[in-house]
């Protein structure tokens, strides 16, 4: 089933790849990072392509909560005492600034994509999370931010305690991306559509950026595909895992309010309003390939719990996506490998890809256009920190052939003492045959 996002708009089409083309800058994936990115490079004057497998918006983006808001879960108190204070800090900059970012390009281009200012909310239904909800209102004072403590939220039911974030976000994304997509065309930058890449190859200065029968030679490659289509030497691929999450859209027959909700439990719900007096309802994750349930048992069970809520309630559509979930909770942004250069990757938003994806379109455009970035080196995509630990490693390794199914990646058998080499120093060149580059 379609999701709401896509049953209330017309996609625009555009073209397929049919002859070699050359450009400055060529980003491959036509969802929100790709198309911000994009837009973000309009004023460095350089020759910009994107080229995707399939319609523009046609992937995760198109199956998102579209929530805009720096509260990433009970990210801070973590990143806090993983990364420090000062880390934590540049983290909700970076994402309050991205909130700002969205409404300052909703209103230069006069977008008509119901987007509105309104709270995010993070609550506990559990005792046990209550030091958590207040752990980290804690850490958000620490760092700047305006935390409120609530002991009530606008939903039909009681709740232990809760974290009020005042001046977040919501709209609808493809609204918002199709007007981006049209300003782009307007500026000649040349959008393919069901164009599969099917390698990157390093050509001297120059990529090749290769298709079934076409070829771009592009100086800059930006990779905005969420999952990375090119393993090596980057090896996100190991770095992360994907989850799976569930959707339902709602005619709850019953008062509604207004804001963004999630519970603090795993697992746990989301609700968001949009407008129609429609409620957007999510949970049920999963890691990928880990349920025992089928699709169909996956929505009755959000259906079932969402019907104990809002017993006249009728689900009008229902979807489903899947997260990049990386291992230390922050986003993997910029070089895609040191061995690289101006080859750039964005993936690994932990399921919070409206704010992240213009965090990433802010930090790649930067770096295309030589400017310094305060928060690239917090999201450095070249970070090996997180599988330091052998066990952690090899959890990570089977969890990601397993859950993702990548047919040509065979379980590898490097060793983990490999992998802690700096790569600064050339040291990953026994790589060569399997880089391909």
Known sequence: MKSYWVEKTTRPSFLNLQEDIEADVCIIGAGI?????????LETGLKICIIDKGEICSGVTENTTAKITSQHNLIYSYLIQSFGEEFAKKYFKANEEAIDLIEKIVTK???????????????????????????EVNALESIGGTPKLVNKIDLPFEIKIGIEMQNQAQFHPLKYLYKIAEV??????????????????????????????????????VMATHYPIKNFPGLHFLKMYQEKSYEI??????????????????????????????????GEKHKTGETTKNLELCY????????????????????????????????????????MPNFYIATGYNKWGMTTSHVAAKIISDKISGKENEYAEIYNATRMEPVKNR????????????????????TPTYKFEDLKKDTRRGSWLWWTKARNI
């Open 33 to 41: 990072t790709g198309i911000v990115t994009g837009y973000m490079l």
């Open 249 to 282: 859209e709602i005619e709850p027959h019953a008062k509604m309010g207004t804001g963004m909700y999630i519970s603090a439990e795993t697992p746990g719900a989301s609700f968001r309003s949009v407008k129609d007096d429609i409620l957007l309802i999510g």
């Open 391 to 410: 066990k952690e490693f090899g959890n990570m390794l089977k969890q990601t052939v397993y859950s993702l199914g990548i047919n040509k990646l065979k």
């Open 184 to 221: 782009l065309k307007e500026y000649n930058v040349q959008i393919y559509t069901n164009s599969r890449v099917q390698d990157v190859k390093r050509d001297g200065s120059y990529y090749n950026v290769k298709t079934e029968n076409n070829n771009i030679k592009a100086k800059y490659v």
């Open 109 to 135: 281009e006069k977008i008509d994509c119901e987007f509105i200012r309104t709270n995010n909310y993070i609550y506990t239904c559990k005792e046990e999370y209550v030091q958590k909800i207040k752990d």
């Open 300 to 339: 009755k069970s959000l259906e079932t719990y969402a019907k104990e809520i809002y017993p006249s309630m009728k689900t009008k559509y229902r979807w489903n996506t899947q997260d990049c979930i990386s291992l230390d909770k922050v986003a993997y942004i910029g070089e895609f490998s040191n061995l």
